[in-house]
């Protein structure tokens, strides 16, 4: 299995508290993304990063900012939980270059906010 | 405006028989197109992809066509069997100037199959 690990795996939360999920990887790969999975919208891209301190938003980043100080961690924080973001989050590496582009994808973290 | 598009939320398919997942796309800069499938609490895992240059790929028992003038290609799964009962995502990405380009997905579709 790809080296990648999320936590917490599980969360449960209230409305307007700070919440910070963690991706960590040991392959080295360059390219790390968060996205989340909600029924009836399949999977969303939230940030993404392209190196450490390299980040850039995806298609739904309103709510949610990122930090990867390190080659191997990527977090992704709620500063203000809201319901809406009720979810289960993925966290996806890739080595980059030229090809398909293979993601490979973290167990996922399910987060519930009351 | 959703970019790929998978009309089917849901199959049911017999064991033994073929199983065909649908994906339509709009943009016509996507250069590569993949397919995951996703067990229940697990992570989306890699099945198959394939470059808009060809119309066919095939690994095994899964197959994936790729209709460029139709926008449209399809993952064929023969003999279909019960551990293939999972969702199935279609993928698209599209890359400009020397970026990385990010992974589109589809709404995904679950496939049961029956013994």
């Known amino acids: 299995d790809a080296g990648i690990t999320q936590s917490p795996r599980h969360k449960v939360t209230e409305t307007g508290t700070p919440v910070t999920l963690r991706c960590h990887q040991t392959e080295n790969h360059r390219y790390m993304y968060w996205y989340r999975q909600d029924p009836g919208h399949g999977l969303r891209l939230i940030h993404y990063?392209?190196?450490?301190?390299?980040?850039d938003k995806g298609e739904v980043s309103d709510g949610y900012s990122v930090s990867r100080s390190k080659t191997e961690d990527f977090l992704l924080t709620l500063e203000s939980a809201t319901s809406s973001q009720t979810s289960v989050y993925f966290c996806?590496?890739?080595?980059?270059?030229?090809?398909?582009?293979?993601?490979?994808f973290g167990a996922g973290s399910r987060l519930t906010v009351l | 405006d959703q970019q790929v598009k998978q009309n089917s939320p849901s199959l049911s398919v017999q064991e033994g028989r073929i199983s065909i997942l649908n994906c339509d796309y709009t943009n016509s800069m996507f250069d590569y197109f993949l397919w995951y499938k996703k067990y229940p609490a697990e992570g989306p895992t890699f099945l198959i992809s394939i470059s808009s240059i060809k119309d066919k790929n095939e690994d095994g028992r899964f197959t994936v066509f790729l209709n460029k003038s139709a926008k449209h290609l399809s993952l064929h799964i023969v003999p279909s069997q019960p551990g293939d009962s999972a969702v199935y995502f279609c993928a698209a990405r599209r890359t400009h100037g020397g970026s990385q380009g990010n992974l589109i997905f589809g709404k995904g579709t679950k496939l049961s199959v029956k013994p």
């Open positions: 996806a590496i890739s080595e980059g270059g030229t090809g398909a582009n293979v993601l490979t």
């Open positions: 990063s392209y190196g450490v301190k390299d980040t």
